[in-house]
């Protein structure tokens, strides 16, 4: 293959340098990557996030830098003896980004890892997913579910949830079509899909959670900020996926306890 004239080497290597400013760029223009963060959870996923990109977009500079230098000296290199390869030198960088990968993986474990479990003081609220809506079942004054069957369901006669009527546990449960929860008290999210494979997914709260046909699967939030948010359901579930969506309305305490106490009707 014939070598390229030196002002086509130079090219390259001008090339390489304005995308890596590019990159840079990107880091000091303050681009919108995500909206506000709703959650302490979100805003050390946030930092984190950052925390890696600051890593890897040093060692991609330092790598197109090298491949700058690389080609600039590549005309000179031509006319010099081979030289042995530098062995060592591989084992070396191979080592390093294995110890930054496993070591990002752990740091940024530590909130996907952690089980959610429900204890006092924990707010209890059931999500159902079905093609193509979101519904949100609150406990009453006894603070226990009633029992629901498949059997049951029926979407024409207000029973989506199929929630037995002969359960006198769930003659005050209420079920909403928006998810309203307190400001500052952890809720604990009960998911489930009576179809097919749905997704919890709000952006100001960085969660995404799949929700599986036959599993109970907890997942637990704490809002720290009044507000309304999307609710998306962000897995392809059929060809209403597009429209699937709900709101999160985050309301002060005593805001959110007069409304669960009037039954879900204020």
């Known amino acids: 293959m014939p070598a390229l004239p030196v002002y086509w080497e130079l090219l390259l290597g001008l090339i390489i340098f304005l995308v890596t400013a ?24 946030d930092n984190q996030f950052s925390r890696t ?5 040093a060692i991609f500079t330092a790598a197109q830098l090298g491949l700058v230098w690389v080609i600039i000296r590549k005309k000179r290199a031509r006319t010099e003896p081979e030289k042995p390869e530098a062995t060592w030198l591989e084992y070396l960088w191979t080592g390093a980004t294995a110890v930054l990968f ?13 089980i959610p479990q429900n204890r006092p003081g924990v707010e209890l609220i059931e999500v159902y997913a079905h093609q193509f ?18 059997a049951l369901i029926s979407d024409s006669g207000g029973n989506s949830l199929g929630i037995d009527p002969k359960d006198s546990r769930g003659k005050d449960d209420f079920v909403t079509s928006t998810l309203r929860v ?7 999210l009960l998911l489930h899909s009576r179809d097919v494979i749905h997704d919890f997914f709000v952006r100001e709260l960085r969660t995404k959670q799949d929700v599986v046909p036959g599993m109970e699967i907890p997942l637990e939030i704490l809002v720290d900020r009044p507000g309304q948010w999307e609710i998306a359901c962000a897995e392809l579930c059929g060809l209403g996926h597009s429209q699937m969506r709900s709101l999160l309305i985050a309301l002060p305490p005593d805001e959110f306890d007069r409304w669960k106490a009037s039954g879900g009707t204020n």
């Open 102 to 114: 496993l070591s990002l993986a752990v740091a940024g474990s530590r909130g996907w890892a952690s």
């Open 53 to 57: 990109l600051w890593i890897t977009g």
């Open 182 to 188: 307190p400001v500052g008290r952890p809720v604990l």
């Open 22 to 45: 590019a990159g840079w760029g990107m880091f000091f223009l303050k681009p919108a990557w995500f909206p506000l963060a709703i959650t302490a959870a979100g805003v050390d996923w």
């Open 133 to 150: 809506a979101w519904n949100f079942r609150y406990p009453g004054p006894d603070h226990r579910f009633g029992k629901t069957s498949l």
